[in-house]
């Protein structure tokens, strides 16, 4: 079973930083896409970004240029520590973030792989607040 702990959020002024962290073992399947999606209070939940395991990365439009995510462990490990660095936050990016993966055991692109993502279950989350 895969494990994820996330670290990060908190609340923070327009324009400003936050960094979400997400510990993951247990990955069974050597390729895997792992990053984070969000929900919004009254919006679906969406993907943010992700990684895969050899590197390749997406953001959602409304991120791009903005945010980074980028992991601490080399490739090949079977645990992933992987790290969304948020820059000149907006209030619409308030929502709670979840760290997600897919073990891609189907041929999936990373767009398809994060899309798949968002509409996962994936525990409490991390709340992410920026005030205007």
């Known amino acids: 079973e895969v494990q994820l702990v996330e670290s990060g959020g908190g609340l923070v002024q327009a324009g400003g930083s936050l960094r979400l962290s997400c510990a993951a073992s247990?990955?069974?399947?050597?390729?895997?896409?792992i990053g984070w999606v969000r929900q919004a209070p009254g919006k679906e939940r969406e993907g943010v970004s992700c990684i895969t395991r050899d590197g390749e990365t997406s953001y959602a439009d409304s991120v791009k240029g903005r945010f980074t995510i980028s992991r601490d462990n080399a490739k090949g490990t079977v645990e992933d520590t992987v790290v969304l660095q948020m820059n000149n936050l907006k209030p619409e990016d308030t929502a709670v973030y979840y760290c997600?993966?897919?073990?891609?055991?189907?041929?999936?692109?990373?767009?398809?792989?994060?899309?798949?993502?968002?509409?996962?279950?994936w525990g409490q989350g991390t709340q992410v607040t920026v005030s205007s």
């Open positions: 247990g990955f069974t399947h050597p390729d895997y896409v």
């Open positions: 997600a993966y897919l073990q891609r055991t189907l041929p999936l692109t990373i767009a398809q792989a994060m899309y798949m993502m968002a509409s996962g279950d």
